[in-house]
């Protein structure tokens, strides 16, 4: 915290995440859950494209062709739903945004990057609870009341201890393989989506995630050759 670089990088750390935990949280609460798996899906091929960008991470051919794809993927979606998908881009964007940010600190323990970007956003969290969270001190006693504090105690964990370990596990493999392992969670994502929330999944949804299932899948068929080479 003396290191007014470090500093800086973890509260712009902070400031992603947080601006990456509130999209999500609006996508979900209205209506958005399937595009927010969109853009987790396309997550992989942006952070790829940022490694290379940033950090000098080699593409084979392949690869370049599965971000194509990928890159036509969205915009079928985004002429088909008439706008560009602004929910999708901007959780992968953030998320990518973070993911350099902790690769940039290296020398920063994971658990100690994640504390201080929480402490860092306290000052403000507090600051709109005090004007803006009437809705929390409401009927106190209520077992209503008991169940939502309850389960905003629960979201804690739930969120900081996967982020710890992907703070772990960024500073030790490339942006590319993160992205690859990345592709697990909207598939949790969009089945939540579609089965328990029940959201129209419509053509240009459909046409939009095969493109980019097929990208996910020539990409990483590349990188397992290129991973098998090097060995």
Do not use: C
């Amino acid at each position: 915290m003396r290191d007014p670089r470090k500093l800086r990088l973890m509260l712009l750390a902070g400031l992603m995440i947080a601006a990456n935990w509130l999209l999500f949280i609006f996508a979900v609460s209205n209506g958005h859950a399937t595009e927010a798996s969109i853009g987790y899906y396309i997550l992989p091929l942006i952070a790829a494209v940022t490694g290379f960008a940033v950090f000098r991470e080699k593409l084979g051919r392949w690869q370049i062709v599965a971000l194509l794809i990928a890159a036509s993927g969205v915009l079928v979606l985004t002429l088909g739903l008439g706008r560009a998908p602004w929910v999708s881009l901007l959780l992968a964007g953030t998320f990518v945004i973070y993911n350099v940010i902790k690769r940039t600190l290296k020398d920063v323990p994971s658990l100690v990057s994640v504390m201080a970007e929480v402490i860092l956003l306290v000052i403000p969290a507090a600051l709109y609870l005090v004007f803006f969270g009437e809705t929390l001190w409401q009927a106190p006693l209520s077992p209503a009341w008991w169940q939502d504090q309850l389960l905003l105690m629960l979201a804690g964990p739930i969120t900081a201890i996967p982020l710890i370990l992907f703070g772990y596990g960024a500073q030790r493999v490339s942006m590319a393989t993160t992205g690859i392992i990345s592709y697990m969670n909207p598939t949790m994502q969009l089945l939540v989506a579609t089965l328990y929330f029940h959201e129209a999944l419509t053509i240009w949804h459909g046409v939009a995630l095969a493109l980019i299932w097929l990208a996910l899948a020539v990409y990483t068929g590349a990188s397992l050759r290129a991973h098998h080479a090097a060995k």
